[in-house]
């Protein structure tokens, strides 16, 4: 029997949807509204796809959707093309979930070190003697405070309510110019209008309660996590005892002998999240229809339909994450092959369930079968780079669509280096001049890092295979096992870097004026968007080519034309209401820089702030015009996603009591 999401994608029978209720209000951090549809999809359909660009948070979105499912007791399977994305994933899920002894990280012989060692530990009886409250006092506690949470989100938003009808009545009756009526009004409704100052503090007591809110959902799921390890060591001891016999075994036969004596749904109850690679998946667990509540396909782009399917045999729903306009797999099957095979079983493309396994990816077919946008998410929140490394990729390939998350008015260039070698490649494809100029540039930002105290990893990245393993050879030969380890010192081809990030990038395109036959594989979309979006902080190019050779279409071209274009968008508007001219000219007498009507995260802000290096947006209520409605809890989410923390201010506090505004957002800004 076919399970339900290979069932979808061959047949394009998609059963509807359920409709579980969820726990992501039980996961610390601050999800976005995409986010949490990637959850609701996870849960409840068949099959879903996320579409996830360069740095917007993919891998601790598929965290969050593991924790959320061990959180309702269910198991997920992570599967990847590659080992580097599947640890980032195990990374996030131990640094903002504390869930690494209950995620299993197979066909990794340090992790499987440790697991031998933890499980050792459980059978030795270290957790018996531990006491905690159960998981079902902390879920209460969770309910309670989300509960409180969704009150003062609705006391916050009546205070904003009253806002906007006190300052737009004031408003009025100042525009008739009678000044006696506008007078009697302040009299009678000061203390009313001194009581939105409240609002500050029912922000302050969200957020106060937010974090508690973290914490509570941190020690749920460690004590969900303990509380499961116990039952399991408790209840299906022998069960755990064959899986540590299997995972101790020296032989692939007596591991699979094993294994039949494993319940499996104790096991996964226990470690419910299992991030395996596609190629070492049968090793690691029996072929045992849905066995898994859910399995997830990451980078699906470079996953093969073939490869996935023994993955999608073993759950009961599939999510697959990927990007296509990143790195997409390479298949080795002729045309003639493939068209023989479909002769022979008697097929066409035109069939219902058949597709080009040369040119299809996993999540190509899932994106052809999926037919509802409830069963697609798009992550558009960018986090990872300096506007400047991520302009290019977000202008060509994204359309604009990114959130850049780092925006700020002190956004420039300076952070992308472009630096002419003037090497030749050799028959070898290795350029000798380009990699000595890679290795002086470590030195010198290792040189630079020792004077700063401040260490950052380093990543090199090369189209061409022969000139990054030359590159890494060189780096052997030129740092010691301890800089390699403190700067996460790597060069890969971009196939070794999709999924990874290093605060700063080293770019050796290794081709000269003779090699421009190898330049056309460097236009191949995914493989240069790849290439030039793994930097957090800044990123160095190294060229031996003179671009203007090449056909203007040419993204590497295009690219060197944007590095000296780069200008950070600064959009203010010059044309202010008088609430905001007032504003910023108070602002202004304290030595705070002010920014009306600027955009950040795709959201234009009433005033931006900045004093000493800190910003904070201010929300003006109440004054009729454009500015004169409150910014929902979600956007004053959206900003603390990007570290910016939102004031409101409203327009009758302000005429009544303007200094008590100003002590306000100079608080938050640590004005002296």
Not at 315 to 334: C, E, I, N, P
Not at 440 to 465: L, N, W
Not at 500 to 508: A, F, G, K, Q, T
Request: hydrophobic residues 40%; aromatic residues 8%; proline residues 3%.
């Amino acid at each position: 029997m076919l399970s339900p999401p290979i069932d979808a994608l061959i047949s394009n029978d998609m059963p509807p949807n359920t409709a579980k209720s969820l726990k992501y209000d039980y996961l610390p951090g601050l999800l976005s509204a995409p986010q949490k549809k990637v959850i609701s999809i996870a849960a409840n359909a068949h099959l879903g796809c996320v579409s996830g660009p360069p740095g917007t948070g993919k891998s601790y979105t598929i965290a969050a959707v593991a924790a959320e499912h061990m959180a309702r007791g269910e198991s997920v399977l992570i599967v990847a093309n590659n080992d580097p994305a599947l640890d980032v994933i195990a990374d996030k899920l131990n640094g903002n979930f504390a869930l690494s002894e209950v995620s299993i990280r197979a066909g990794k012989k340090e992790f499987l070190k440790n697991l031998k060692a933890y499980i050792a530990d459980l059978l030795s009886g270290y957790l018996a003697d531990e006491q905690e409250k159960a998981p079902a006092i902390f879920e209460s506690e969770l309910k309670a405070q989300n509960v409180l949470l969704n009150d003062l989100e609705q006391r916050f938003d009546k205070f904003c309510r009253k806002a906007i009808i006190r300052g737009q009545r004031l408003k009025r009756l100042e525009d008739n110019n009678i000044q006696w009526l506008s007078d009697l009004y302040l009299k009678w409704a000061q203390r009313s209008i001194k009581k939105l100052a409240k609002q500050w503090s029912a922000l302050d007591e969200i957020n106060d309660q937010q974090t508690k809110r973290e914490l509570l959902a941190s020690r749920y799921l460690t004590v969900l996590k303990n509380t499961n390890l116990r039952t399991l060591v408790n209840t299906q001891r022998k069960s755990l005892q064959a899986f540590n016999q299997a995972i101790r075994s020296r032989t692939s036969k007596r591991q699979f002998e094993l294994f039949d004596n494993i319940e499996y749904s104790s096991l996964l109850a226990a470690f419910p999240v299992w991030l395996v690679s596609l190629n070492s998946l049968y090793r690691v667990l029996p072929l045992k229809p849905q066995m898994f509540d859910l399995v997830i396909i990451d980078e699906a782009t470079q996953c093969n339909i073939s490869s996935c399917l023994p993955a999608l045999y073993r759950a009961k729903r599939a999510l697959v994450v990927g990007d296509t306009k990143q790195l997409r797999h390479y298949s080795f099957l002729a045309k003639s092959k493939e068209a023989q095979l479909r002769t022979k079983n008697q097929l066409s493309l035109s069939s219902v369930g058949v597709v080009s396994y040369r040119d299809n990816s996993i999540l190509d077919l899932t994106l052809n079968i999926l037919n509802s946008d409830q069963q697609l998410a798009f992550l558009d929140e960018h986090f990872r780079s300096k506007p400047e490394l991520i302009h290019f990729s977000n202008r060509y390939f994204y359309q604009s669509k990114l959130k850049v998350m780092q925006h700020r008015p002190c956004t420039s260039s300076g952070n992308l280096f472009l630096q002419r070698v003037n090497g030749e490649r050799d028959k070898n494809g290795v350029n000798q001049l380009e990699a000595s100029a890679v290795i002086a540039c470590i030195k010198q930002q290792m040189s630079d890092d020792r004077e700063t105290g401040v260490y950052h990893s380093i990543g090199i990245v090369s189209p061409f295979r022969s000139q990054a393993d030359f590159i890494a050879k060189q780096i052997d030969v030129h740092f010691s096992e301890a800089e390699i380890i403190k700067h996460k010192l790597r060069a890969a081809t971009p196939f070794g870097f999709q999924g990874e990030e290093r605060d700063v990038m080293l770019l050796s395109f290794a081709v000269d004026n003779e090699a421009k036959r190898a330049v056309v594989y460097l236009n191949k979309a995914g493989v240069f968007n790849v290439t030039i979006t793994r930097a957090r902080q800044a990123q160095h190019l190294f060229l031996s080519i003179d671009e203007t050779q090449l056909p203007e279409h040419y993204l590497l071209r295009r690219y060197l034309g944007s590095v000296s274009e780069f200008a950070a968008a600064h959009t203010c508007l010059s044309d202010v209401d008088d609430f905001q001219r007032d504003v910023i000219q108070e602002l202004m007498k304290l030595q705070i820089e002010t920014w009306p009507g600027y955009a950040v995260a795709g959201t234009e802000v009433d005033i931006l702030c900045r004093y000493h290096g800190r910003y904070l947006a201010v929300d003006l209520i109440g004054y009729p015009g454009p500015w004169a409605d409150f910014f929902e809890l979600d956007t004053y989410k959206l900003f603390s996603r990007a570290n910016i923390e939102m004031l409101p201010i409203s327009y009758g506090l302000w005429v009544v009591d303007k200094d008590t505004c100003l002590q306000a957002i100079g608080s938050r800004l640590k004005v002296n």
